[in-house]
């Protein structure tokens, strides 16, 4: 039989629940690689966050900084904790370095109703979610993070940045995606949301993306501002496909997209670039919930699902790819079948039960 695949993975479990959640993943995706075989994930762990500022006064070295740039994927937990600041107020984000050193630009974060997950929305349309929220993850409002300043006390200026160069590969990975959706049956649809009714840096974004649009013409091109999209996305999410927003909009977008699939812990992220991939779910770290081994891991399985199939179709490596449908496959059957019932909707299992039955329900 040929030698496994190898692949050298960056696991930066951080902090809050991020070390619980990716303890449960780590175990799933050995069960994986162990029974469907071909590849094989060399995962090396890597300390960073704000527990580890708290205790080094810096958020990650620059060695562990070097090993996820050249690590093939970087697995994320999440990081951050309230009570764990910089001097200037902001928070310990080593990841948000990432974003930009790495030029990870496409943060792809889907919003999908799953099987039995309780909706806070009464419509039964609810069940038909499945959007793309994509996130362009280097520049906009958080171009500042960092760079913001307070003069005097008495005023604070932070400054939103929209580049056409960057616009027109994120807005290109936006139509390609929702092309790719179309073949498999979604709805080909794409909306950019913006706020270009008011501000010139959105409507310059907007502006770029009708330009792009004109170049896939098999792809349904619409607008939203992001007031309206609030409301939509409640009143009528399932009309959507893929959202593409700035990086502030977005961000609070995913946050709602959450809300309306039952919770933060079902919502994945792929963070994007064109040579490097960071995955990590799109919550943040629970401090509220850290250390009661109640936090729902789906979110972080699902975005290791996401990592095997970017990997396995970056290096065109069929079992990294059946391995993401199969853990795909494995959370859908467990919710359906009631194996997978995590206490962040009422359920009575923890986050080792969970991972546990998304294992037992894995076909090999
Ligand atoms: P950040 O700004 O870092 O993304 P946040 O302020 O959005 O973080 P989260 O840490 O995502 O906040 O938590 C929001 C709420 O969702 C909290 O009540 C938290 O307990 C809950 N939550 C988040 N992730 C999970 C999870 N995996 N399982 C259960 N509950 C979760």
């Not at 590849?39 to 620059?62: T, W």
């Not at 959007?131 to 307070?150: D, Q």
Request: with cysteine; proline share 6%; net charge negative.
């Amino acid at each position: 039989m040929a030698h496994p695949k190898e692949f050298q993975i960056a696991v930066i479990p951080g902090d809050g629940i991020g070390p619980e959640i990716m303890k449960s993943c780590v175990k799933v995706l050995e069960t994986l690689q162990a029974n469907i075989g071909g590849f094989r994930l060399n995962m090396e762990h890597l300390p960073a966050g704000a527990e580890y500022y708290r205790q080094n006064g810096i958020d990650i070295s620059e060695e562990a900084f070097e090993k996820a740039r050249q690590a093939d994927a970087i697995l994320l937990g999440a990081i951050g904790l309230p009570d764990v600041r910089f001097p200037d107020g902001t928070e310990i984000a080593p990841h948000l370095r990432m974003r930009v050193e790495f030029d990870l630009y496409a943060g792809v974060r889907p919003v999908r109703a799953f099987p039995e997950v309780p909706s806070p929305l009464a419509d039964p349309r609810a069940a038909k979610i499945d959007i793309i929220v994509l996130r362009e993850c280097t520049e906009g409002l958080f171009a500042s993070h960092g760079k913001g300043e307070v003069l005097d006390d008495r005023e604070a200026k932070d400054t939103l940045v929209i580049t056409r160069s960057n616009c027109e590969r994120f807005f290109d990975f936006g139509f390609r995606l929702a092309r790719k959706r179309k073949e498999t049956g979604g709805k080909g649809k794409i909306t950019c949301v913006d706020k270009a009714n008011v501000f010139r840096s959105y409507a310059f974004f907007r502006k770029i993306f009708t330009e792009r649009a004109r170049l896939f013409p098999d792809v349904t091109a619409g607008y939203s501002y992001i007031d309206a999209m609030a409301l939509d996305l409640v009143r009528r999410p399932w009309e959507f496909d893929v959202l593409v927003a700035e990086n502030m909009f977005a961000d609070i977008l995913s946050d709602l997209g959450g809300g309306i699939i039952g919770g933060m812990g079902m919502a994945p992220c792929a963070e994007i670039g064109e040579n490097h991939g960071l995955f990590q779910p799109a919550h943040g770290s629970a401090p509220d919930i850290a250390g009661t081994s109640k936090a729902n891991p789906t979110a972080m399985l699902l975005s290791a699902a996401m990592m095997l199939d970017w990997l396995g179709n970056k290096h065109d490596h069929q079992p990294c790819i059946d391995a993401a449908g199969k853990l795909e496959a494995a959370i859908v059957t467990g919710l359906q079948s009631g194996n997978i019932r995590p206490m962040e909707f009422g359920g009575p299992h923890g986050t080792e039960d969970v991972a546990r039955a998304a294992i037992d329900c894995i076909e090999i």
